[in-house]
């Protein structure tokens, strides 16, 4: 994880530290300037989305756009990390693809051109509340181990739900499909946005690293196949479920390898 704050004796031996090491702090920032860049612009994202959401410090529609565009920063220096060097080949393209951070940073081109949705926030805000959290822990551990035991105990809690996270997250995507499309209906949204948005879907459903979209959709098959089999279940109600789920699985991607790795 991150560097150690502690003291040594003249023996070598580890000593705790009393006080906060800060040096130790600027060493690893100086080291990890990308990591700790990303975690900056986390928290970032995530205070523009507390104004947005709650706009007390000015133009909830300017707050609305920065979380979108810091999304779309975060996204591109994870791009830098995981790939390096950008070349113009079949390959480095097809690799790019199959990359979250390339997913979501068409997630922000998609939406830069939509009305604000408030729905459009909670993946993010979710997202960089999950990561910005592990990485506090270590820049905790780097100014001293009994540094900031409350902010320890917040992150032990994110970190203890975030299996329920990336569901809520996955959930987002999914339920953002239809919503595209009553948008449309609404004027908020181009006749474009719901097939660009479809792309990005199938890009998740199909990722090799993050299987929670997939998982969450067929945990809404199973659950709309079993509420059509109730007998209480009208049937004009039966009908569309099932008719729903036959249609979503039509346009599910036709191959996905869940258990490959990058």
């Not at 830069?112 to 905790?140: D, G, K, M, Q, R």
């Not at 036709?254 to 990058?262: E, K, L, R, T």
Request: aromatic share 12%; charged share 15%; proline share 5%.
């Amino acid at each position: 994880m991150g560097d150690s704050g502690d003291a040594q004796t003249s023996t070598g031996e580890p000593r705790p530290s009393r006080g906060l090491n800060f040096e130790a702090l600027k060493l690893h920032v100086l080291t990890h300037k990308i990591d700790c860049g990303l975690w900056a612009i986390r928290i970032l994202a995530i205070l523009f989305a507390i104004g947005y959401f709650i706009p007390i410090f000015g133009n909830a529609q300017s707050a609305y756009y920065k979380v979108l565009i810091a999304n779309a920063a975060i996204s591109a220096l994870r791009l830098h990390q995981r790939l390096g060097r950008v070349t113009f080949t079949r390959e480095f393209l097809a690799q790019l693809l199959t990359e979250d951070s390339c997913h979501y940073l068409f997630y922000s081109l998609i939406f830069l051109y939509v009305a604000p949705l408030s729905l459009v926030v909670v993946p993010i805000v979710l997202f960089c509340t999950l990561h910005s959290a592990s990485y506090s822990l270590t820049l905790l551990d780097t100014l001293g181990q009994n540094s900031w035991w409350g902010a320890r105990l917040l992150i032990s809690l994110v970190e203890f739900q975030s299996l329920n996270i990336l569901r809520a997250v996955a959930f987002t995507e999914i339920l953002l499909m239809p919503y595209c499309i009553i948008l449309i209906f609404l004027g908020r949204a181009s006749l474009l946005t719901p097939f660009i948005y479809y792309q990005f879907l199938t890009q998740r459903y199909a990722s090799r690293r993050n299987p929670y979209t997939r998982n969450m959709f067929r945990e809404l098959r199973i659950l709309c196949e079993n509420t059509a089999a109730k007998p209480s279940v009208p049937a004009v109600v039966k009908r569309a479920l099932l008719a729903g789920v036959a249609f979503t699985c039509r346009l599910a991607p036709a191959q996905v390898v869940p258990g490959q790795q990058q």
